[in-house]
């Protein structure tokens, strides 16, 4: 049966609405809605169909709305050291432990032997969760770096590695190392300035530390 580029044109809209809804962070829900919507909209004022036109239209405009609310509106972030293996601590690890196997290789973590960890709030709301030891005399080793599905957009990790490079220099950090093999957090390691490197015969990816 002959399909025409028209109902082409109306599938993929479907699809990509349909992949829309699939997505756990609300800013890539927002972009990908907004590119089917928009899809749909020209789909339907193509056919005739001025209904299907003018509810995607609109659905176009509400998320348009709503990017400019996110983009625009000033984030509160805030970091909150933890305090030991405390129960809050073990509630956020087990909740969030098949999210944090994504992107972590240690699956076994202990803040006590850890040198720095703390909370990263956002909006008052525990985010993500950071947590390195020394490497060496300069050196943070990044054990953890993680961020909760909703929050995945770079703000954090902009904030912790960007907007937050006192807190490190004030310990005696001058470089973050981090020697994860996960590509998921490889590509956000890329994303925040990591480069590749090796030490000790093992790959890494290493970060300076410049104010």
Sequence with gaps: MYINWLEWLGYLASLIVLISLLMSSILKLRWINLAGSCMFSLYGFLIGALPVGFMNLGIA??????????????????????????????YFLDFYKTEIEKYSDKYQINISTSDVGFYILRNMIPAGLFIGSRYNEDTLNVELDFVIPEYRDFKI?????????????????????????KDEHINYLKKMGFKESVQNNRKCFIKSINV
């Design 61 to 90: 405009a509400i998320n348009i709305y709503y990017l400019i609310k996110i983009y625009g509106t000033k984030e509160f972030f805030k970091i909150l050291p933890t305090e030991g293996n405390s129960q809050y601590f073990n």
């Design 157 to 181: 990790g902009t904030y912790v590695f960007e907007h937050n490079k006192q807190y490190f220099i004030d310990k005696g950090y001058s470089k973050f190392i981090s020697f994860s093999s």
